[in-house]
C-alpha cells in the first residue's frame, strides 16, 4: 500500500502496464513510527484540519484520524516551523524512536502490473460561489460534509449539535469571541437539497448526485435523536429520489415516527436576523406563494463532482468522460474504461452511495481478475504461519481492553473506572484503554502485550462482535493463541447508547458486562476447525443478464459454471427491453452474449430447468433438476442465485379494458416491433408509481422513472408532433439519467406532478381515453385525451419460498432476498457459499445487475480461491450420544438442517451433528430434553458463570 501518493504516468498495454507514482515526502519513517502521538504533543503548529472539514484546527504533525491505515503520523510541510522557517524541531526530540526525518524527499516509482483499477473518488461540490446561501458569509449556514463531522462522535463538537460550528470551541480573535457569544443548541434546522446538482444556471453540474436525499434525511434522523424531539428539522427539496433497497421505508419513517418536514420547494435566498445570526429562508410553495421562516442553522446538501486533477489524469491516459466528467462505460461492461484493461469503481464511475460503490468495486477485481487468470498463482506468498501456543491446563491469564470508541464510548461511560476495575477482577493479568482497539496500531500492541505478559486469554469491550470479532480473533492467532481464547462484550451498543443520559448506570453496566465476560473467558477452552472440502464448480440460478454476467466472469478465470434458467432461452427481462438509456440496442447485445454464453466450454446451460431438492453445505452443494423432463443431479461448491423479479399486472387505470392501456414493457415490444401504430398516434401520457410505493409495495422500483422518460424521449424524436405527457409523483432520474429528464423537456415533454391521495382518473368518453388530473403548477384540473396510456408498473420479486428453504437465506417483507449486510456485503448472503445478484435482490437497471453479477462473481471467487484454506467454525454444538433420547427435536428445529440421526454403529439412531452445516445458534442445545447437546464455547458452565457473575448487581 502505497500512501500519500499520485499516480503521474501509465505505460503499455492491458496484462504488460507499467506505471509511474510518485510518492511525497511523509518526513516519518514508517517503519520506525509507532503512532504513540508524543511528536503531536509538542508541535506549536497548528493548520486547518481537512478531515474535520476545516472546523477546528490539526498539530503540523498529525494522524488524520484515529483508525488511520497506516496509523503513522505525517508532517504537514506547508505548515511545518521546521520545514518552511528551519525553527523548532520539538517533534524531533519527542519521539522516542527517532522517526522523524526531515530530509525526507519525493521520489518516483514504477510498477507492473496486468490490470489497473481506477478510485480516486470525488470531491464534495463548494458552494461559496452560490451568493443566495451565504455560505461564506453565515457562520450558521455550513456543507452537509461538514454538519456530519458536527455528527459524529470523534468530530469537532463530539457529536454535540450546536450553531456557529465554524468559530473555534475557545475563541481568541475578537471577532470569534463576539460569535460565540451567540452559539446556542439550535431548534431549528434546515437542509436545502441539490445544492450543486440538477443545476446549470449557477453551476455546470446538471446530473443529480444520488446520494444528497438519503444522507439529508439520515443526518435529520439523527439530529433528532441527538436533540431529541423538540428539534425542528426541515427538508426543502425538488424531487425526493429514494430509489434505493429500504430507502423508501427510512423516507416515511422520516415524515411518519421522527416528524421530518419534507418542503418541496427551491429556496430564493437566506438572510441573517439582525443582532441574533438566526437565519430567514425566502421559498416559494407549491402554490406559488413566497414564505418566509427563520431557523437556526442551515445546511447545504451538496453533490458529487469529479476534480480538475482526476479529469486531467483521465485526459492522459485517454480515458473517454461522460457529459457530467464520469468515465464514460457502457451499459454491458459498467466497470470498463474506454482503455482496454483500465477499470473503474466508486464515484469516478458515477454518483453512487456506498453500497453501489462496494459493487462496483468486487465487479472491477472481478474483470481485472479476467485479464489475470493466465498468471494467477504465479507470485503468490505465503504467510508465515504463527505456531500455536498450548495453554490446556494453563492458570487462566487474562487480558482485558477497554475501547474509548474515540467518544463513542467514553463521551457516557468513565473507561478509566472501568479499566482499573477490570484488574481487580480474578485472573486478569493486565488492562489497557485504548482509544481504538479495532485500529491496527492497537492490534499491534495487543500481539506486543499478550507475548510480553503472557497472556492466554483476552477480553475486549468495545462494540458489536458482529463486525469486529473476526479482527481480534485474528490479533490471537497472530499471536499464536486459539481465536475462540477471545471474549468481546458489548459496551457501545448495549450501554453507552442506551444510558446516554445516565453516565453512572452506563459505568455502573459497563463493570457488570467486563466482569460477565472475564468469568467465561476464565472458562474458555481452545476450539478445533474441521477442514472443509471444496467443489470448485459454480451453480448460477437464473439466466437473466445479473446472473450471465456471474457466469461470464467465473468461466473466464476457469471455473466450471451451471446456468439453470426455467424459460426456453437466456435473456431473462431483458429480452422484453428495447433500448438502454444510452441507447445501445438490447436485443443486439442480448443476441451476441447468448452466442457467447453457449459457445464457452466452461458454461453449461440447463434451459427449461427447475430445482427439485438442494442438500450439503459449503463447499459441497447437492441439487437434483429437473430439465426438459429429465431428472440428473449437480454438484457444486458455490452458488449465485440471480432469479430477477417481474413486472406487476396492474388492476387499475383500465388496464385489461381498453387495448389503448399499456405497460411499460408492452410499448418497448411496439419499439422492438417497430410498430405501425405508434405513428398513428398523436398523444401518449406516461403514468408513474403504479402499483410501487404504496401501502401493498412500500418500495420504489427504481428503474421506472428513466424508463418512462427515455421512452418519452424515443416516441418524441420518432414523431416531433406527438403530446406525450408523464404523471408521475418524484422524477427519479439518479446520475446521470438526469441528463434524459433534461433532454425529455427541452423536445416538449411535459411532466405533472400527482400525490397518492389524488392519483389520476382515467376513462373513457365518447370513444376517447381521458386522463384527469390537477395541474400542480397551476392549481387547476385538466383533461388529456390520449391515443397511448402507458402505466409504468411496479418491479415484484418472485418470491420463490421453495428456493429461500432450498439455500436457507432469507426474504424481506416484500419477498426479496436479504443480503448479508447493506453496505459491506451486498452481494453474498449470511449463508456461506451462496451469493445474490439481480433485480430478485431489488430492482435495478441493467448496468446495476450486471454491475452486481460481477461483484456476486468476485464474493464467489474469493470463497473459491480459499479452497485449500476452507474451515468451519469451532463455535458449533456437540452430541453426548450417551444422553440422546432419539426424541428428534433437535432435526426438527434446526433452520440449518445441522442435526440428523445415526444409521450405523454404536449409536445408531441417535444425533450427530454436522459441523460445517452447524452455525452455532444454539437453538438445538436450548431444546433438547435430555441435555445431551452442548454448544462449544458456550458450555453449561461459561453461561451459569456469567450468570452468577450478576450476583453483584442483584
Given at each position: 500500500?502505497?500512501?500519500?501518493?499520485?499516480?503521474?504516468?501509465v505505460k503499455?498495454?492491458?496484462?504488460?502496464?507499467?506505471?509511474?507514482i510518485?510518492?511525497?515526502?511523509?518526513?516519518?519513517?514508517?517503519?520506525l513510527?509507532?503512532g504513540?502521538?508524543a511528536?503531536a504533543?509538542k508541535?506549536p503548529?497548528?493548520a486547518?484540519?481537512?478531515?474535520?472539514?476545516?472546523?477546528?484546527k490539526?498539530?503540523?504533525?498529525y494522524?488524520?484520524?484515529?483508525?488511520?491505515?497506516?496509523?503513522k503520523?505525517?508532517?504537514?510541510?506547508?505548515?511545518?516551523?521546521?520545514l518552511?522557517?528551519d525553527?523548532?524541531g520539538?517533534?524531533?526530540?519527542?519521539?522516542?524512536?527517532?522517526?522523524?526525518n526531515?530530509?525526507?524527499?519525493?521520489?518516483?516509482?514504477t510498477?507492473?502490473?496486468g490490470?489497473i483499477?481506477?478510485?480516486?473518488?470525488?470531491k464534495?461540490?463548494?458552494?461559496?460561489?452560490?451568493?443566495?446561501?451565504?455560505?461564506?458569509?453565515?457562520?450558521n449556514?455550513?456543507?452537509?460534509?461538514?454538519?456530519e463531522?458536527?455528527?459524529?462522535?470523534?468530530?469537532?463538537?463530539?457529536?454535540h449539535i450546536?450553531?456557529?460550528p465554524?468559530?473555534?470551541?475557545?475563541?481568541?480573535k475578537k471577532?470569534?469571541?463576539?460569535?460565540?457569544?451567540?452559539?446556542?443548541?439550535?431548534?431549528?434546522?434546515?437542509?436545502?437539497?441539490?445544492?450543486?446538482?440538477?443545476?446549470i444556471?449557477?453551476?455546470?453540474?446538471?446530473?443529480?448526485?444520488?446520494?444528497?436525499?438519503?444522507?439529508?434525511?439520515?443526518?435529520?434522523?439523527?439530529?433528532?435523536?441527538?436533540a431529541?424531539d423538540?428539534?425542528?428539522c426541515?427538508?426543502?427539496?425538488?424531487?425526493?429520489?429514494?430509489?434505493?433497497?429500504d430507502?423508501?421505508?427510512?423516507?416515511?419513517?422520516?415524515?411518519?415516527?421522527h416528524?421530518?418536514n419534507?418542503i418541496?420547494?427551491?429556496?430564493?435566498?437566506?438572510?441573517?436576523?439582525?443582532?441574533?445570526?438566526?437565519?430567514?429562508?425566502?421559498?416559494?410553495?407549491e402554490?406559488?406563494?413566497?414564505?418566509k421562516?427563520?431557523y437556526?442553522m442551515?445546511?447545504?446538501?451538496?453533490?458529487?463532482?469529479?476534480p480538475e486533477?482526476?479529469?486531467?489524469?483521465a485526459?492522459?491516459?485517454?480515458?473517454?468522460m461522460?457529459?457530467?466528467?464520469?468515465?464514460?462505460?457502457?451499459?454491458?461492461?459498467?466497470?470498463?474504461?474506454?482503455?482496454?484493461?483500465i477499470?473503474?469503481?466508486?464515484?469516478?464511475?458515477?454518483?453512487?452511495?456506498?453500497?453501489?460503490s462496494?459493487?462496483?468495486?468486487s465487479a472491477?477485481?472481478s474483470?481485472?481478475?479476467?485479464?489475470?487468470?493466465?498468471?494467477?498463482?504465479?507470485?503468490?506468498?505465503k504467510l508465515?504461519?504463527?505456531p500455536?501456543?498450548?495453554?490446556?491446563g494453563?492458570r487462566?491469564?487474562?487480558?482485558?481492553?477497554?475501547c474509548d470508541?474515540?467518544?463513542?464510548?467514553k463521551g457516557?461511560v468513565?473507561?478509566?473506572h472501568?479499566?482499573?476495575?477490570?484488574k481487580?477482577?480474578?485472573?486478569?493479568?493486565?488492562a489497557?484503554?485504548?482509544?481504538f482497539?479495532?485500529?491496527q496500531?492497537t492490534?499491534?500492541?495487543?500481539?506486543?502485550?499478550?507475548k510480553?505478559?503472557n497472556l492466554n486469554r483476552?477480553v475486549v469491550a468495545?462494540?458489536t462482535?458482529?463486525t469486529h470479532?473476526?479482527l481480534?480473533?485474528?490479533?490471537?492467532?497472530?499471536?499464536?493463541?486459539n481465536k475462540?481464547?477471545?471474549?468481546?462484550?458489548?459496551?457501545?451498543n448495549?450501554?453507552?447508547?442506551v444510558h446516554?443520559?445516565?453516565p453512572?448506570?452506563?459505568t455502573?453496566k459497563?463493570?457488570?458486562?467486563?466482569?460477565?465476560?472475564v468469568?467465561?473467558a476464565?472458562?474458555?477452552?481452545?476450539?478445533k476447525?474441521e477442514?472443509?472440502?471444496?467443489?470448485?464448480r459454480?451453480m448460477?440460478v437464473?439466466?437473466g443478464?445479473?446472473?450471465?454476467?456471474a457466469a461470464?466472469?467465473?468461466?473466464?478465470?476457469g471455473?466450471?459454471?451451471?446456468?439453470?434458467?426455467?424459460?426456453d432461452?437466456?435473456?431473462?427481462?431483458?429480452?422484453?427491453?428495447?433500448?438502454?438509456p444510452?441507447?445501445?440496442?438490447?436485443?443486439?447485445?442480448l443476441k451476441?452474449i447468448?452466442?457467447?454464453?453457449?459457445?464457452?466450454?466452461n458454461i453449461k446451460?440447463?434451459?427449461?430447468t427447475?430445482?427439485?431438492?438442494?442438500d450439503?453445505f459449503?463447499?459441497?452443494?447437492?441439487s437434483?433438476?429437473?430439465?426438459n423432463g429429465?431428472?440428473?443431479?449437480?454438484?457444486?461448491?458455490a452458488?449465485?442465485?440471480a432469479t430477477g423479479?417481474?413486472?406487476?399486472?396492474?388492476?387499475e387505470?383500465?388496464?385489461g379494458?381498453?387495448?389503448?392501456?399499456v405497460t411499460s414493457?408492452?410499448?418497448?415490444?411496439?419499439?422492438?416491433?417497430?410498430?405501425a401504430?405508434?405513428?398513428k398516434?398523436n398523444?401518449?401520457t406516461f403514468?408513474?408509481?403504479?402499483?410501487?410505493?404504496?401501502t401493498?409495495?412500500?418500495?420504489?422500483?427504481k428503474?421506472?422513472?428513466?424508463?418512462?422518460?427515455?421512452?418519452a424521449?424515443?416516441?418524441?424524436?420518432?414523431?416531433?408532433?406527438?403530446?406525450?405527457?408523464?404523471l408521475?409523483?418524484?422524477?427519479r432520474?439518479?446520475?446521470?439519467?438526469?441528463l434524459?429528464?433534461?433532454?425529455?423537456?427541452d423536445?416538449?415533454v411535459i411532466f405533472i406532478?400527482?400525490?397518492?391521495?389524488n392519483?389520476?382518473?382515467?376513462?373513457?368518453?365518447?370513444g376517447?381515453?381521458v386522463?384527469?388530473?390537477r395541474?400542480?403548477?397551476?392549481?387547476?384540473p385538466?383533461?388529456?385525451?390520449s391515443?397511448l396510456?402507458?402505466l409504468?408498473t411496479a418491479?415484484?420479486p418472485r418470491?420463490?419460498?421453495?428456493?429461500a428453504?432450498?439455500?436457507?437465506v432469507?426474504?424481506?417483507?416484500e419477498?426479496?432476498f436479504?443480503?448479508?449486510?447493506?453496505?459491506?456485503?451486498?452481494?453474498?448472503?449470511?449463508?456461506?457459499?451462496?451469493?445474490?445478484?439481480?433485480?430478485?435482490h431489488?430492482?435495478?437497471?441493467?448496468?446495476?445487475?450486471?454491475?452486481?453479477?460481477?461483484?456476486?462473481?468476485?464474493?464467489?471467487?474469493?470463497?473459491?480461491?480459499k479452497?485449500?484454506?476452507l474451515?468451519?467454525?469451532?463455535?458449533v454444538?456437540?452430541v453426548?450420544?450417551?444422553?440422546?433420547s432419539?426424541?428428534?427435536v433437535c432435526?426438527?428445529?434446526?433452520?440449518?438442517?445441522?442435526p440428523?440421526f445415526?444409521?450405523?454403529?454404536?449409536?445408531?439412531g441417535?444425533?450427530?451433528?454436522?459441523?460445517?452445516?452447524?452455525?452455532?445458534?444454539?437453538?438445538?442445545v436450548?431444546s433438547c430434553?435430555?441435555?445431551?447437546?452442548?454448544?462449544?464455547?458456550?458450555?453449561t458452565?461459561q453461561?451459569?458463570s456469567?450468570?452468577?457473575?450478576?450476583?453483584?448487581v442483584?
Open positions: 500500500m502505497l500512501t500519500l501518493s499520485e499516480l503521474i504516468d503499455g498495454e492491458k496484462g504488460n502496464f507499467e506505471i509511474d510518485l510518492k511525497k515526502p511523509r518526513y516519518v519513517d514508517l517503519d513510527c509507532i504513540c502521538g511528536c504533543e508541535c503548529g497548528k486547518d484540519d481537512e478531515y474535520n472539514e476545516d472546523l477546528v490539526r498539530k503540523s504533525v494522524v488524520e484520524y484515529a483508525q488511520a491505515v497506516p496509523l503520523y505525517r508532517i504537514d510541510p506547508e505548515t511545518c516551523l521546521k518552511t522557517k525553527k523548532c520539538n517533534c524531533e526530540e519527542a519521539c522516542p524512536t527517532s522517526a522523524i526531515f530530509d525526507d524527499k519525493e521520489e518516483t516509482v510498477i507492473k502490473t490490470s483499477i481506477l478510485s480516486p473518488g470525488y464534495p461540490f463548494d458552494p461559496s460561489q452560490f451568493d443566495n446561501y451565504q455560505y461564506s458569509n453565515y457562520p449556514v455550513v456543507t452537509a460534509m461538514e454538519f463531522r458536527i455528527l459524529s462522535a470523534t468530530g469537532p463538537t463530539m457529536g450546536t450553531t456557529m465554524k468559530v473555534p470551541v475557545n475563541p481568541k471577532k470569534d469571541k463576539e460569535l460565540a457569544a451567540y452559539r446556542k443548541d439550535p431548534k431549528k434546522i434546515a437542509w436545502f437539497q441539490c445544492v450543486g446538482s440538477r443545476d444556471n449557477k453551476c455546470d453540474n446538471a446530473h443529480c448526485s444520488s446520494v444528497c436525499c438519503m444522507y439529508a434525511v439520515k443526518e435529520a434522523i439523527i439530529s433528532k435523536e441527538h431529541g423538540e428539534l425542528d426541515s427538508i426543502f427539496f425538488m424531487d425526493m429520489r429514494t430509489p434505493g433497497k430507502f423508501e421505508k427510512y423516507y416515511n419513517n422520516a415524515q411518519e415516527k416528524g421530518i419534507f418541496r420547494s427551491r429556496v430564493h435566498s437566506v438572510t441573517e436576523v439582525p443582532g441574533t445570526h438566526d437565519l430567514e429562508v425566502v421559498y416559494a410553495d402554490a406559488g406563494e413566497i414564505q421562516e427563520i437556526d442551515v445546511v447545504l446538501s451538496v453533490g458529487l463532482e469529479i486533477e482526476t479529469r486531467n489524469l485526459e492522459k491516459l485517454n480515458i473517454e461522460s457529459p457530467g466528467g464520469f468515465c464514460n462505460t457502457s451499459t454491458f461492461d459498467p466497470v470498463s474504461s474506454s482503455v482496454d484493461g477499470y473503474v469503481a466508486g464515484a469516478f464511475n458515477r454518483p453512487q452511495d456506498i453500497p453501489q462496494v459493487l462496483d468495486a472491477a477485481a474483470a481485472a481478475g479476467d485479464d489475470l487468470s493466465p498468471a494467477r498463482n504465479t507470485l503468490t506468498k508465515e504461519e504463527v500455536r501456543i498450548n495453554v490446556v494453563e487462566p491469564r487474562i487480558g482485558v481492553f477497554i470508541c474515540g467518544s463513542n464510548i457516557v468513565d473507561c478509566a472501568v479499566t482499573e476495575y477490570a481487580t477482577l480474578p485472573y486478569v493479568e493486565f489497557d484503554e485504548p482509544m482497539a479495532c485500529s496500531d492490534q499491534d500492541k495487543m500481539v506486543e502485550y499478550i510480553e505478559k483476552i468495545a462494540c462482535p458482529k470479532e473476526p481480534f480473533q485474528e490479533t490471537l492467532e497472530n499471536a499464536g493463541l475462540y481464547l477471545f471474549e468481546m462484550t458489548n459496551i457501545r448495549h450501554d453507552s447508547w446516554k443520559n445516565n453512572d448506570m452506563a455502573k459497563a463493570k457488570d458486562l467486563v466482569r460477565m465476560a468469568s467465561k476464565a472458562l474458555s477452552e481452545p476450539l476447525e477442514k472443509i472440502p471444496m467443489d470448485e459454480v448460477v437464473g439466466g443478464m445479473a446472473g450471465i454476467s461470464r466472469s467465473l468461466s473466464a478465470q471455473y466450471e459454471v451451471h446456468i439453470i434458467e426455467k424459460q432461452r437466456l435473456g431473462g427481462e431483458a429480452l422484453k427491453l428495447h433500448k438502454t444510452k441507447g445501445e440496442d438490447i436485443q443486439k447485445k451476441s447468448a452466442e457467447d454464453v453457449n459457445a464457452n466450454d446451460v440447463h434451459l427449461n427447475t430445482i427439485e431438492s438442494t450439503g459449503v463447499g459441497n452443494f447437492k437434483r433438476i429437473t430439465e429429465d431428472s440428473s443431479e449437480i454438484e457444486y461448491g452458488a449465485v442465485l423479479a417481474t413486472a406487476h399486472e396492474p388492476d387505470y383500465g388496464f379494458m381498453d387495448d389503448r392501456v414493457l408492452d410499448l418497448d415490444r411496439m419499439l422492438i416491433e417497430n410498430s401504430e405508434l405513428d398516434m398523444s401518449a403514468i408513474q408509481c403504479v402499483g410501487s410505493r404504496d401493498n409495495r412500500p418500495y420504489c422500483s428503474i421506472c422513472c428513466t424508463h418512462s422518460v427515455h421512452n424521449i424515443e416516441l418524441k424524436t420518432r414523431k416531433p408532433d406527438m403530446d406525450v405527457f408523464i408521475y409523483r418524484d422524477i432520474t439518479y446520475g446521470e439519467n438526469e434524459l429528464y433534461k433532454q425529455a423537456r423536445l416538449g406532478r400527482y400525490d397518492l391521495e392519483k389520476p382518473d382515467v376513462r373513457t368518453e365518447n376517447s381515453l386522463i384527469k388530473a395541474d400542480h403548477v397551476l392549481g387547476q385538466l383533461e388529456i385525451e391515443d396510456l402507458v409504468a418491479i415484484v418470491k420463490d419460498e421453495k428456493l428453504n432450498f439455500f436457507k432469507p426474504l424481506n417483507e419477498g426479496f436479504v443480503e448479508k449486510h447493506a453496505k459491506l456485503g451486498p452481494a453474498e448472503f449470511a449463508t456461506d457459499g451462496v451469493f445474490i445478484c439481480g433485480s430478485g431489488y430492482p435495478k437497471p441493467l448496468d446495476e445487475a450486471i454491475t452486481q453479477g460481477k461483484a456476486a462473481a468476485s464474493r464467489a471467487l474469493t470463497l473459491l480461491g479452497k485449500d484454506n474451515f468451519t467454525s469451532g463455535t454444538a456437540l453426548d450420544q450417551e444422553k440422546c432419539s426424541c428428534g432435526v426438527a428445529i434446526c433452520p440449518y438442517s445441522a440428523s445415526l444409521e450405523e454403529g454404536r449409536y445408531s441417535k444425533a450427530e451433528i454436522n459441523p460445517v452445516l452447524c452455525k452455532g445458534c444454539g437453538l438445538c436450548a430434553r435430555s441435555g445431551a447437546l452442548h454448544l462449544k464455547g458456550f458450555n458452565d453461561i451459569f456469567q450468570i452468577f457473575a450478576l450476583d453483584e442483584v
